[in-house]
């Protein structure tokens, strides 16, 4: 019984988990198309970091709106209409970050698509 339900709970967790948000292992988020995301950043020692990460992402041209919670380790902003940014360009944003700050690295861990309330 023990077995069953433990089987019934990863398959409940499964099928939840676009919901959830995908992790950056995944192939859903490869490229991220226009839309608002919020992603999950680890490695902020300080709201300085968190600055730092905003305004290197206002200066991508693909980006717009965004704002870096260093409280909740979250940035949220948008891409831009007929934009595609890569993980790879968004990794690279957060090391251009990284180095400015000179106290750590930045880790991308979570991309959440946030489509607008209805």
Not at 29 to 48: D, E, H, N
Not at 54 to 66: D, F, G, R, T, Y
């Amino acid at each position: 019984m023990a077995r069953m339900r433990s089987l019934l709970l990863g398959a409940l967790m499964l099928a939840a988990r676009p919901l959830m948000g995908a992790t950056i292992a995944d192939d859903l988020y490869k490229t991220l198309t226009p839309g608002p995301y919020q992603v999950k950043i680890k490695g902020m020692l300080t709201r300085a970091c968190a600055r730092a990460i905003q305004v290197e992402l206002a200066k991508h041209p693909l980006i717009s709106k965004p704002k870096v919670d260093f409280d909740q380790e979250t940035a949220t902003f948008v891409i831009r209409p007929n934009g595609k940014l890569s993980q790879t360009e968004l990794r690279a944003v957060l090391r251009r970050a990284s180095k400015k700050m000179r106290l750590s690295t930045y880790e991308l861990v979570i991309v959440r698509y946030m489509p607008a309330p209805k």
